[in-house]
C-alpha cells in the first residue's frame, strides 16, 4: 500500500489509540491527508495545543450517531480507522442504551457511510471482551464484530473491505487500570477486584502499529488477534504501587477473572501466523488462498489470559510504568 497516496479517518481521533495512531501516521506514514473525527471539541484543541499541528490533518467534530456527519468525513476517504466507542465497563453496565447507540448503531451507520462513500478498506477495534461476553461492553462490541464481518456481504468483492482487531487491555489507555492504580497510589492504598485476576497487556504503540500492519494486509473480513503477554492482576497492583496497601475489593458487575482472545470455537476456522492468529469469516465470499501461509490450530484450542505461554515481565511492567510518569512527558508530534 502506498500511504502517501490514502485519505485516512480515524473515528474517536482524540482518544489515547487515535492520538498514538495520528502521532505514528504523520511521522513515519505520511498520508496525504489524516482526518481526526470525534465529538469533543476540548480534546481536540488540546490535541492542537499539544503539538498535533499539520498541513495533512483536518479536524472535524461530530457523533457516530449522525450518520449524515459521517456520510460527509468519510467522502474523500481512502482508509478508514474506527476506534470511537463507549469502553468503560461500569458505565456501560449503567448506561445499556447509550452503549448500544454509540458502539452498535454508530459502527453501523459508520458501515453505510464507508460503503456509500466508496472507502477501500476500514477496521474496527474491538476487544477480548467481545469474546463469550458477560457485559453490555463486551456485547456491544461482538455486535460490532459481527456487522463489520458481515458488511463486506453487502459491499461485494470490489467494494469497501471490512476487518476487525481484537486485543486486550491498553497499559496507557486513559481510563485504564494502570494509570488508576497510579493515581490510587498518591494516597498510600490501590484496590484490585480479585488477586487471582488476569488479563492480556498491550501498548498503544503496539496497538497501533499492529492495526496499521492489519490494514496492509486484511483481504476483508477477518477478525485479527495479535500475540501478546498476560499478566496477573496483583503483579500488575505490587509493580506500580510497591509498598502501598492493596485492598481486595470483589469482583464487579461484568468483570470476568480472565479474559479469551480466541474461543475455542472460533479456533476451529483461525489460522496461526508469526505474530498473530487470523479468524476467518465462514461465509461462501472468503477465499482460502487469502491466508496461505497460516497454519491450522490444534483440536480444543483457546487463547486465553490465564493459560497463555507468554506473560509479562516485571521488569518490562516497571519500564512500562517509568515512561508514563509525568516527569517523563513529551509531547508526542
Given amino acids: 500500500m502506498n500511504w502517501s497516496e490514502q485519505v485516512v ?20 506514514y505520511r498520508p496525504q491527508r489524516l482526518v481526526i473525527f470525534s465529538r469533543d471539541e476540548m480534546k481536540q484543541h ?20 449522525d450518520p449524515a456527519r459521517l456520510e460527509r468525513a468519510l467522502a474523500g476517504a481512502t482508509i478508514a480507522v474506527h476506534a470511537a466507542a463507549l469502553k468503560q465497563v461500569p458505565a456501560c453496565e449503567s448506561n445499556p442504551f447509550e452503549a448500544i447507540q454509540t458502539n452498535i448503531m454508530g459502527a453501523r451507520n459508520v458501515i453505510d457511510a464507508a460503503v456509500n462513500q466508496g472507502v477501500s478498506r476500514i477496521l474496527v477495534l474491538s476487544t477480548d471482551k467481545a469474546v463469550n461476553p458477560i457485559n ?3 456485547a456491544t462490541k461482538l455486535c460490532a464484530e459481527k456487522m463489520f464481518v458481515q458488511a463486506n456481504a453487502y459491499s461485494g468483492t470490489q467494494g469497501t473491505h471490512f476487518s476487525c482487531a481484537r486485543y486486550g487491555n491498553v497499559a496507557e489507555s486513559r481510563g485504564g487500570v494502570i494509570p488508576v492504580f497510579l493515581e490510587q497510589r498518591k494516597r498510600g492504598k490501590i484496590t484490585i477486584t480479585d488477586p487471582r485476576m488476569t488479563r492480556f497487556w498491550i501498548t498503544l504503540d503496539q496497538g497501533v502499529r499492529f492495526v496499521i500492519h492489519c490494514l496492509e494486509e486484511m483481504q476483508g473480513g477477518e477478525i485479527f488477534v495479535p500475540k501478546i503477554p498476560s499478566m496477573r492482576m496483583m503483579d500488575v497492583a505490587t509493580c506500580v504501587a510497591s509498598g502501598s496497601e492493596i485492598e481486595t475489593i470483589g469482583i464487579r458487575p461484568g468483570e ?33 488462498e487469502n491466508l496461505i501461509n497460516g497454519r491450522a490450530l490444534p483440536e480444543g484450542f483457546r487463547y486465553a489470559s490465564d493459560t497463555n505461554s507468554e506473560w509479562l515481565t516485571k521488569l ?16 508526542p508530534v
Avoid: C
Fill in 316 to 331: 518490562r511492567l516497571q519500564e512500562l510504568i517509568a515512561s508514563l510518569e509525568p516527569d517523563n512527558s513529551t509531547i
Fill in 256 to 288: 470476568k477473572l480472565h479474559e479469551v482472545l480466541v474461543s475455542d470455537d472460533e479456533a476451529r476456522h483461525t489460522l496461526e501466523l508469526e505474530s498473530m492468529y487470523v479468524i476467518q469469516p465462514l461465509h461462501p465470499w472468503w477465499k482460502s
Fill in 9 to 28: 479517518l480515524v473515528t474517536g481521533g482524540t482518544g489515547s489509540f487515535g492520538q498514538k495512531f495520528v502521532e505514528i501516521m504523520l511521522r513515519e
Fill in 46 to 65: 488540546e490535541m492542537r495545543a499539544a503539538g498535533f499541528e499539520d498541513p495533512r490533518l483536518r479536524y472535524l467534530i461530530g457523533d457516530v450517531r
Fill in 136 to 138: 453490555v461492553y463486551g
